[in-house]
């Protein structure tokens, strides 16, 4: 275990290293071109936001299935969603970018926009302020009173803890994710001027369940072995691998029925959105995302031996990890450049803020034994493993 906590140190040092060169760049890039700057950040921000948030929707359906796959998982999913904190800070610049980022925010769009001035009691400034500040209050909240608990568990054999998790996750799994949406149409959506969709947040919810199950996999193949034994580890890694085939699949069935609906309908204010994302050279991303999001994964995944391969699980989770990214970058970009175009300080925004994110992520990972323990529900094995860590 000590090996274990010097490698996540070390690792923890070069992520800081990362973050501040990133962050770095990206004052670099305010000064350079303040609206560059500004999609850049918000991409990166509603990327890495995503992930806490998957790793919040993981941690309370294992909290209340109770799965096995769950219990070696529990303690990094954890550590993914008490990262909101961090993520709600990182929300501050983006109140100063408002005008640079949103139609609604700039007044000779709005004056020239029956649809935006019959929307502006709802998305205006303080509005939209008010519900991100209310928002991330509800979250942490949530997060902070299911970490605690959670811990506690490990100090005593007394089922409690874990009758009040289940409790309040029961719940939470439903409020979390109506306000993710909410939060994610006022971030993501409301750049467009005149474009709504109701599945968008189901297919944004659905990446970050993905994201987080991607991330996870890399992280416990690079040290599971160590605080699992093979079989259990072996067990761990095929239940993985079934989830991400699950949200690979259920990913690409929302983000096609989508398309398909709004194709089906072809309505101006609608099939413009789509337009913008297929045409100046957008349309290679969207082959590379459909090749490496959905069918490359997807055929792996069938097989059962893939999923028992510890090493090619986690390459196809990262390729899965970076392919959103690419994914959500498709999402945004297209709004502000109508040719395809990637600048540096979106490099220089996705590894500064992903650096803090993966820093503050492995101190919560250090401080607090890596295995859940005296969990009423947790297999015979497991439990014995993690008392004897």
């Not at 509005?127 to 959670?150: G, T």
């Not at 939060?183 to 467009?192: H, L, Q």
Request: contains cysteine; positive net charge.
């Amino acid at each position: 275990m000590n090996q274990t906590l010097q490698k996540l140190s070390r690792l923890q040092k070069i992520t800081a290293v990362i973050a501040i060169v990133g962050l770095s760049f990206c004052c670099l890039g305010l000064v350079w071109d303040r609206h560059v700057f500004y999609v850049s950040y918000l991409f990166a921000f509603v990327f890495w936001a995503g992930l806490s948030f998957g790793c919040f929707y993981a941690a309370m359906i294992h909290y209340l299935t109770g799965g096995r796959w769950g219990f070696p998982a529990r303690r990094f999913f954890e550590a993914g969603f008490m990262t909101l904190p961090v993520m709600a800070v990182l929300l501050i610049p983006i109140f100063f970018g408002v005008h640079e980022l949103y139609p609604w925010a700039q007044p000779d769009i709005v004056a020239a926009d029956k649809a935006l001035q019959q929307r502006s009691s709802y998305e205006n400034f303080t509005a939209f302020l008010a519900r991100a500040v209310v928002f991330f209050n509800i979250w942490i909240f949530i997060a902070a009173r299911l970490r605690i608990w959670s811990l506690r568990q490990d100090f005593t054999q007394d089922a409690a803890p874990t009758i009040k998790i289940r409790a309040l996750s029961g719940p939470a799994i439903a409020i979390v994710p109506l306000t993710t949406s909410f939060a994610f149409i006022d971030w993501a959506m409301s750049i467009e001027t005149n474009w709504y969709s109701t599945i968008f947040p189901v297919i944004i919810l659905a990446g970050q369940l993905l994201t987080a199950f991607a991330f996870v996999t890399v992280v416990l193949a690079w040290i599971g072995n160590e605080i699992l034994s093979d079989e259990q580890a072996g067990k761990m890694f095929h239940d993985l691998g079934n989830f991400l085939l699950a949200f690979v699949m259920f990913w690409t069935y929302v983000a096609f029925s989508q398309v398909i609906i709004i194709y089906s309908t072809n309505l101006p204010h609608e099939i413009s959105w789509y337009l913008r994302r297929i045409s100046g050279g957008w349309l290679v991303l969207v082959a590379f995302v459909a090749l490496f999001h959905f069918f490359a994964p997807f055929f792996l995944l069938l097989f059962r031996t893939v999923k028992k391969n510890v090493r090619t699980l986690a390459v196809i989770a990262l390729l899965l990890f970076i392919v959103h990214a690419l994914a959500m970058y498709w999402v945004v970009a297209p709004t502000f450049y109508p040719q395809i175009h990637v600048h540096w300080t979106a490099f220089a925004a996705w590894f500064g803020i992903g650096g803090l994110w993966l820093t503050v992520f492995l101190e919560n990972l250090k401080t607090h034994p890596l295995l859940a323990r005296n969990d009423p529900r947790a297999p015979k094995p497991i439990a014995q493993t993690a008392d004897a860590k």
